[in-house]
T-cell receptor, first 113, second 114 residues
Framework: KAGVTQTPRYLIKTRGQQVTLSCSPISGHRSVSWYQQTPGQGLQFLFE???????NKGNFPGRFSGRQFSNSRSEMNVSTLELGDSALYLC????????????FGQGTRLTVV | GDSVTQMEGPVTLSEEAFLTINCTYT??????LFWYVQYPGEGLQLLLKATKADDKGSNKGFEATYRKETTSFHLEKGSVQVSDSAVYFC?????????????FGKGTKLSVKP
């Protein structure tokens, strides 16, 4: 069974640009969540999608957005990039039921210069 | 809101030493508790979980017991190996409170020396 696939693995962008990250969940998983990991703030929840609907959202500015497609694949977009957006972005998929574990991808390392 | 507090690292141990990483939580209702591990350059892997009070999660020699009375979920291993060197995260989900997203502690970096 294939795991969670995130592409690309590494990205370098310039301030002011926008970026799109992709996540393919485990087959059969309908919930996809995104997390930002930085040395200072640790792991912070961005948003969760379930059956193409945003089910939950963390405390991030509107520059961070996402969507989920009918095949459960998800994308997140960050517009008007800032230096502080440099981070490891992790995607997690789960069956979506309460208490079930999330399976994480290897992440996309975004560097904003 | 819900939160997780885990002991600050880094923790450095010799091979075969006993490991304890403390984790306490604050949550309304009945959260599920998890330990995740992150190896260098990788994403997070689920190490173990417990979904109700007094449950014991175990995997690869690691154990943690869900203690509702002390709101704790401490991670233990009797004899660590060099290959256990990684960052360990305690986390919870709480459909009664935070609507199911994972809330993580800050992480504890473990280094095991031969």
């Amino acid at each position: 069974k294939a795991g969670v696939t995130q592409t690309p693995r590494y990205l370098i962008k310039t301030r002011g640009q926008q970026v799109t990250l992709s996540c393919s969940p485990i087959s059969g998983h309908r919930s996809v969540s995104w997390y930002q990991q930085t040395p200072g703030q640790g792991l912070q929840f961005l948003f969760e999608y379930f059956s193409e609907t945003q089910r939950n959202k963390g405390n991030f500015p509107g520059r961070f957005s996402g969507r989920q497609f009918s095949n459960s694949r998800s994308e997140m977009n960050v517009s008007t990039l800032e230096l502080g957006d440099s981070a490891l972005y992790l995607c997690a998929s789960s069956l979506g039921r309460a208490g079930t574990e999330a399976f994480f991808g290897q992440g996309t390392r975004l560097t904003v210069v | 809101g819900d939160s997780v507090t885990q002991m600050e690292g880094p923790v450095t141990l010799s091979e075969e030493a006993f490991l304890t990483i403390n984790c306490t939580y604050t949550a309304t209702g009945y959260p599920s508790l998890f330990w995740y591990v992150q190896y260098p350059g990788e994403g997070l892997q689920l190490l173990l979980k417990a979904t109700k009070a007094d449950d014991k999660g175990s995997n690869k020699g690691f154990e943690a017991t869900y203690r509702k009375e002390t709101t704790s979920f401490h991670l233990e291993k009797g004899s660590v190996q060099v290959s256990d060197s990684a960052v360990y995260f305690c986390a919870l989900t709480n459909y009664g409170g935070s609507q199911g997203n994972l809330i993580f502690g800050k992480g504890t970096k473990l280094s095991v020396k031969p």
